[in-house]
Structures are given as structure tokens and as C-alpha cells.
């Protein structure tokens, strides 16, 4: 599937950089073990956490900074893509906006020390989080939505 994912920098140390190649390979992936069987598009903007606390203030109420966030352009019921309905494409690409994704590098560089492991290893994690969240998924109930969203979490960055 020709999937287009925008990815950039804004507001990220030269050292704090995140590979763009990895962040857009782990969407494309992600939609792929999803089985999105529909042309999508999806932005990813890699900033710091001075943007990402204003954005969490902003939309969640919640004045601290965060490692991702995710904001999609459309309603998903997981488990399972299902193609929306008919105009949902943009009418000019084609392509289905599925949303965007604001990272933060500087605390994918503090996770990835924390938790020994790879930058890389931290932003496909998190690169796939997001892109679940996008098509639907959600970790609020600790018993049965976190538990799947996890699931398929492992199940993607295996495959990566």
C-alpha cells in the first residue's frame, strides 16, 4: 500500500535528532500488520518538550510535557481497520488523512536511557504506539484495552 507519512524536525538539537527513515518505516509497517488496505496519510512532527507541554496543556489539561501525542482525523473502533466510508479520502490526493503524531526527541533520548535501550529501540516504540492510537486503540482500561494495544504493540516492533 502507498502510504504517506511526512515526518520532520522542529525545535530538536542536532544530537537529540530521531532517524526520519525509522520513524516513517515504523508507520508504514504499522499500517501494513494492521491490514490498512487504504491509501493513508499521516504527519509526525519530532520537537522537544517545551512544545509537547503546551500541546498536552492545550488539549488534555495536563501542563507538563509528555513523549507523544497523538491526534487523529478519524474514528476508529479497534480491533481491525475498517475502510471509512465513501469521501472520507481527500479528494485532491486520494489518500485518507489519518492524522498526526507530535513527539518529543528530548524524552525519547531520557526513555531510552531510563529503560536501557536503544534510542531507536524508543522511537519505534513509540512511533507504533501512536499509529495504533490513530487507528482506534487505547490504554485507559488497564484489564482489556491495554492489555490488546500492548499486545499489538509487540507484535509490530517484532516484526520490525
Known amino acids: 500500500m502507498n502510504h504517506r507519512v511526512y515526518a520532520r ?4 538539537m542536532a544530537e537529540d535528532r530521531l ?12 499500517l501494513r500488520l494492521e491490514a490498512v488496505d487504504m491509501p493513508c496519510e499521516v504527519s509526525v512532527l519530532i520537537t522537544n518538550d517545551s512544545r509537547l ?6 488539549f488534555r489539561g495536563i ?9 487523529p482525523m ?9 475502510a471509512p466510508g465513501a469521501g472520507a479520502a481527500d479528494p485532491e490526493t486520494g489518500l485518507l488523512p489519518l492524522g498526526e503524531i507530535v513527539i518529543s526527541a528530548e524524552r525519547i533520548v531520557r526513555q531510552a536511557r531510563e529503560f536501557g535501550h536503544t534510542r531507536e529501540r524508543e522511537t519505534a516504540y513509540i512511533t507504533v504506539h ?7 486503540y487505547d490504554h485507559v482500561d ?9 499486545a499489538r504493540e509487540k507484535e509490530i516492533l517484532g516484526s520490525l
Not at 524536525?9 to 530538536?12: P, Y
Not at 501512536?130 to 482506534?136: A, C, M, N
Not at 488497564?142 to 500492548?150: H, L, N, Q, T, V
Open 63 to 71: 501542563d507538563e510535557p509528555t513523549d507523544v501525542l497523538s491526534f
Open 53 to 58: 507541554r503546551r500541546l498536552n496543556s492545550e
Open 142 to 150: 488497564e484489564a482489556g484495552e491495554k492489555r490488546f494495544m500492548r
Open 130 to 136: 501512536s499509529v495504533l492510537h490513530l487507528l482506534g
Open 74 to 82: 478519524q474514528e476508529f473502533s479497534p480491533p481491525g481497520w475498517e
Open 19 to 30: 532517524s526520519l527513515p525509522l520513524v516513517k518505516r515504523c508507520v508504514r509497517v504499522a
Open 9 to 12: 524536525h522542529s525545535g530538536v
